[in-house]
């Protein structure tokens, strides 16, 4: 399961680390995992024994688990077993991101500065949730408020990279994928205000979904933001278990505003023109390995008869700044509102730096918050506009390999760690302002065999053309797995 060398000093060198054997969850997906369980080949409760078995066997080296609940998972296994069998996805054992309200269990949003208080209840998110019959067994590790791009905390609290220890698994989601990619859980909830789906999906090899705003209820902390950003999903191993959780979703939240994802079929009815991008909306191309798998991306989508169009993203040049912006307002509010949006003992004295910097430089800056939010209103109005006879745009989620831990450590000084995030996150938030969906495929690999990720967006309320183009592709040349 650990390939990683001892080098004698009490340290693990960087390896994979992964839970794949052959046990009841063996080496499926989520989906073959419900249809066993259909044919009782296995149980809810076997399923969820194996998970709990191997997120005891990675954690220790990953570091993805925030808090666990292996007992409270057990009695839902056995009192609602019948219940959980014959929900969509028949019991499954997942986690919840350790930003969202979960009965009985803690929400600290990643930061000391939130106690790990309990929480009364759950959210409507995580009611929504559990109704497909998902099982929780914890919530997962999460950098301070979701603000950046590696899940990396204060005190030396690192999640690492199943693919290789010695790099992040990404963030804000970065818990949620590197127990998914290990295979430690067969699924696991994650949400995006930026790119947090999509990020640590790209580095870790799985599929992340952002879908199209009006597809989840939102989060108390959410409601109240001036443009919404936050996107609620999951992160999977394969297209297919992405549709069946939104479809399963879709059962007990109705989409607003949306057409239902039900039973999407599995590939474009037709020709699809794909607007190729290969410089980010701030300017500049991607490193080399990223650019290689760009262009491969790209000439598999015209192999299954798509007409690749190079483009630019439909995006002002004054994006960059103003998403900066947003982002720091949002943290001066964490910081001078934590006690009403998060729990009535939240200490701005245990603020990270990075939380710290954000806030201060929109301190900084007011008088100039106006413009910059205009022009984000006006990005969101006229994106759908912007794409003409374009259907789907393909570009990288991020633009370059998969950093070392550190590189988006949690003490670095605040305009090192901004330098830093700017130069790597810069495709994804432009969907989040837009509320247009859009997905993280594992379609390339790095020279030393990391994933790297490929990113398709299209109008919002086109979620389902999204994924039948993924299924598509996924079908002709399929993504690599860890355990190969």
Request: overall charge negative; proline content about 9%.
């Amino acid at each position: 399961m650990i390939d990683a060398a001892d080098d004698n000093t009490g340290t693990t060198s960087p390896g994979r680390v992964h839970a794949f054997r052959d046990d009841a969850l063996g080496y499926d997906d989520a989906t073959a995992l419900v249809e066993r369980i259909r044919r009782r080949e296995v149980s809810p409760d076997e399923v969820l024994e194996a998970a709990i078995a191997r997120c005891e066997a990675v954690d220790p080296t990953l570091g993805a688990l925030a808090f666990t609940d292996f007992e409270g998972a057990r009695a839902r296994a056995r009192t609602d077993r019948d219940a959980l069998a014959s929900a969509p996805l028949a019991g499954l054992p997942t986690a919840f991101k350790d930003n969202v309200r979960v009965g009985g269990s803690p929400m600290t949003m990643g930061s000391p500065a939130v106690p790990a208080t309990p929480s009364d209840a759950d959210s409507p998110h995580v009611r929504a949730l559990r109704a497909t019959g998902l099982n929780p067994l914890g919530t997962t590790a999460m950098p301070p408020f979701g603000w950046t791009a590696a899940t990396e905390r204060q005190g030396g609290l690192i999640t690492r990279n199943p693919w290789n220890t010695g790099r992040t698994s990404g963030g804000s989601s970065g818990g949620a994928s590197a127990l998914v990619a290990s295979g430690a859980l067969p699924i696991a909830h994650a949400n995006d205000g930026g790119g947090s789906i999509r990020i640590p999906a790209a580095v870790t090899g799985l599929v992340g979904f952002k879908p199209s705003r009006g597809r989840h209820p939102d989060e108390v902390f959410s409601r109240s933001m001036p443009i919404p950003l936050i996107s609620q999903g999951v992160v999977t191993r394969s297209v297919r278990d992405t549709v069946a959780f939104v479809s399963a979703f879709e059962s007990a939240h109705p989409p607003v505003g949306l057409k239902p994802l039900t039973g999407a079929p599995p590939e474009p009815g037709r020709r699809l023109r794909i607007g190729l991008v290969e410089e980010s909306p701030a300017g500049g191309p991607p490193d080399a390995a990223t650019s290689a798998a760009l262009r491969q991306t790209a000439d598999r989508l015209a192999e299954l008869g798509h007409e690749i169009i190079p483009t630019t993203a439909p995006v002002p040049a004054s994006f960059r700044d103003d998403f900066i912006a947003y982002w720091s307002l949002l943290a001066m509010s964490t910081a001078g509102s934590g006690k009403k949006l998060f729990h009535p003992e939240f200490d701005p004295d245990l603020l990270d730096p990075f939380t710290v910097g954000l806030s201060r430089r929109a301190k900084r800056r007011l008088h100039t918050l106006p413009l910059h939010l205009l022009r984000l209103e006006r990005v969101r109005r006229q994106f759908d506009s912007k794409f003409g006879d374009v259907d789907v745009y393909l570009n990288p989620v991020v633009a370059a390999e998969t950093p070392e831990v550190g590189y988006l450590g949690a003490d670095l000084p605040f305009e090192t760690h901004l330098e830093h995030v700017s130069r790597w996150v810069t495709f994804t938030p432009l969907q989040n302002v837009t509320g247009s969906p859009a997905i993280s495929l594992p379609t390339g690999q790095a020279p030393d065999g990391m994933p790297i990720g490929m990113h398709l967006s299209s109008r919002r309320g086109e979620d389902r053309l999204l994924l039948e183009l993924a299924a598509q592709y996924e079908a002709a040349f399929p993504f690599a797995r860890i355990w190969e």
